[in-house]
C-alpha cells in the first residue's frame, strides 16, 4: 500500500458543518451573499492526524463553481489525536441566495499514511429560502 492510498477501515474523520448568512457582510443588490461555517473536525481513529490541506468546491444556483485550495485551515495545520476534535470558522461569498460547498482534507496519519477525509455537501442558503 502506498503512503498515499485512502484506508477508511483503519481511520475515520467525521465532519460536522453548521453555517449561518451574515447580512451584515452581504449586499443581494450586487448579487453578494456572505456566510460563515463552523466545522468540527473529530478524529475517530486510533493515531494522532494532521490536517495537511484542504480543498473545496463552491457552487452557487447558477452552477459558477469556486474551487479553492490551500495548506491547513485558518492558517493552521491542526494536529487532532484519537478521540478529540479541532473546530474552526471561516466564510464564503457567494453570487446567489443559495448554494453549495463540499470538499476535503488531506490528512497525514502519525504511521506517515496521507488520505483525504471527504467533505460532505452542505447547503448555503439564506434563512426561509429552503423548506
Do not use: C
Request: net charge negative; no cysteine; proline share 7%.
Amino acid at each position: 500500500m502506498s503512503n498515499t492510498e485512502q484506508d477508511n477501515s483503519i481511520h475515520t474523520i467525521e465532519i460536522e458543518v453548521d453555517t449561518h448568512y451574515l447580512a451584515e457582510q452581504s449586499a443581494p443588490e450586487k448579487g453578494r451573499y456572505a456566510f460563515s461555517y463552523t466545522i468540527s473536525i473529530t478524529n475517530r481513529g486510533p493515531e494522532r492526524v494532521k490536517l495537511l490541506n484542504r480543498h473545496w468546491q463552491i457552487t452557487d444556483e447558477n452552477a459558477h463553481v469556486e474551487e479553492v485550495r490551500g495548506p491547513g485551515v485558518v492558517g493552521l495545520q491542526p494536529e487532532i489525536d484519537p478521540g478529540q476534535s479541532f473546530q474552526y470558522t471561516s466564510g464564503a461569498v457567494i453570487r446567489t441566495e443559495t448554494g453549495t460547498m463540499r470538499g476535503s482534507y488531506e490528512m497525514l496519519r502519525a504511521d506517515g499514511l496521507r488520505f483525504q477525509a471527504p467533505i460532505p455537501p452542505f447547503l448555503l442558503s439564506l434563512p426561509h429560502t429552503i423548506h
